[in-house]
């Protein structure tokens, strides 16, 4: 396809409005030390949801919220009917976590359209702001929940153990709003609906940094694959069980724990794929003093672009499980939770941002991403694309997460001049 030259657009973002409503979000549920919780579907993402529709109303965009909660913010082109260019992130964020991944891309694609409907910059096609519901998995360890239901990606099997951590089922929660295992696709959009997803976002790696680069542009996105690995022992007094006679889960799980960080130093190098493995969260039973732990659940999380050494890893670390449990004679039970293959971002869209960066004379980097992103399921339906911008020290998902306001400026207003080309082309 051909780019048709488009009026170049002369338009600022207003670097100080987005960093003023940036910091609005940011400012609920944040608790000490800085740090941001807000899970998907607390009464806290709720209200960060609710300033970001008045914004959206403030900006004059038609308003739209699905069945989930995903909110949708649309400036009309001169071609209402034609496909739509999407850009957007999340507001939820993971427990104790910083206040720019995720609200970046969805404040930073706001300003970019009050920007362009404030200039009376034509566009052909309209141009939607979006704000995914629960991208993060932190509550029920299911990711990109808004942006998978939109591009039809959420399936029966990936909701049999999806829990939190108070026992409620996400399948309950979704079923409360009408989404049950028969229509789990009645929230997809219809891909000739849609000519783009654009998405900005924090790097959440020290790669941009290190380069004193301020733009990143993104390959591709690594996937994880998710299970839960639950080990049953049997939970004896501390005092009086000789050390010979205990099934203790826990000491299986710290095996396996250790195993995990070995492997996958092992797949360190890009040339094998590189992969990462996580063992973020676990169940101790009955996780007291004095009782030999009788039953653990890890959750576990192996991620890589590489989906032959994702899924290589994921088969050591599950029989290792196998051989553990059974020198220890306890009991072992494998729960998968969702897996996902790495998805490649469309080339072009790197080329439209690519050439806008060399008009500038922004330097960047091209890179994949490490982290999951809503662009991961948008990928699925439509050409998705996503800028980077450098995270101080390479830190997320922690409260010392930060950009420069500047690089935030930026970010907002390359994808500005992105969302007009596409829109245009
Ligand atoms: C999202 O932040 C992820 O877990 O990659
Ligand atoms: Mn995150
Ligand atoms: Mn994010």
């Known amino acids: ?212 680069k301020r733009i990143g542009l993104v390959t ?26 205990r099934r203790d889960a826990l000491v299986a799980s710290a095996q396996l724990i250790e195993y995990v960080e070995k492997v996958c130093r092992k797949f360190s190098s890009m040339e094998k794929g590189r992969v990462v493995g996580t063992v973020g969260a676990m169940k101790i039973e009955p996780g007291v003093i004095n009782a030999v732990p009788g039953k653990t659940e890890l959750s576990i999380d192996i991620r890589s672009t590489t989906a032959r050494s994702k899924d290589r890893v994921a088969r050591m670390v599950k029989r290792r499980a196998q051989e553990i449990a059974s020198a220890r004679a306890i009991g072992v039970e494998i729960l998968p939770i969702r897996e996902e293959d790495p998805v490649p971002l469309d080339k072009r869209l790197l080329r439209v941002t690519q050439e806008i960066c060399d008009q500038k004379g922004i330097e960047y980097e091209i890179m994949p991403s490490g982290a999951g992103h809503d662009a991961m399921q948008m990928a699925k339906i439509t050409p998705a694309g996503m800028i980077f911008i450098p995270s101080m020290r390479g830190i997320s998902h922690n409260p010392l997460e930060w950009t420069d306001p500047e690089d935030i400026g930026l970010g907002s207003q390359l994808l500005m001049e992105t969302m007009i080309r596409v829109a245009n082309e």
């Open 1 to 212: 396809m051909t780019l048709i030259p488009t009026a170049s657009p002369r338009a600022n973002i207003n670097q100080r409005r987005l960093m003023r409503d940036l910091n609005a979000i940011g400012r609920i549920g944040i608790g000490d030390h800085g740090a941001v919780t807000r899970l998907v579907f607390s009464i806290k993402e709720l209200r960060s949801r609710q300033l970001l529709i008045h914004l959206m109303r403030q900006a004059g965009l038609k308003i739209h919220i699905d069945a989930i909660g995903n909110i949708f913010g649309r400036l009309d082109g001169r071609e209402p009917k034609a496909p739509a260019v999407l850009s957007g992130s999340h507001l939820d964020t993971v427990i104790h976590g910083g206040k720019y991944d995720g609200p970046v891309g969805v404040i930073g694609a706001l300003e970019a359209v009050r920007t362009i409907n404030e200039n009376k910059i034509p566009i052909s096609s309209s141009l939607e702001v979006v704000c995914f519901i629960g991208e993060e998995s932190s509550r029920f360890g299911f990711s990109t929940l808004g942006s998978s239901l939109v591009a039809g990606e959420v399936h029966p099997k990936d909701l049999t153990n999806a829990v939190d951590p108070q026992g409620t089922k996400l399948e309950h929660v979704l079923a409360s709003l009408g989404i049950t295992r028969r229509n789990l696709t009645s929230l997809k959009r219809a891909p000739k609906g849609l000519k783009a997803y654009l998405e900005l976002h924090i790097e959440q790696g020290p790669i941009l940094e290190a380069k004193k």
């Open 220 to 245: 591709s996105i690594a996937a994880p694959s998710r299970f839960k690995v639950v080990f049953s022992g049997r939970a004896d007094h501390s005092g009086t069980t000789p050390m010979e006679m």
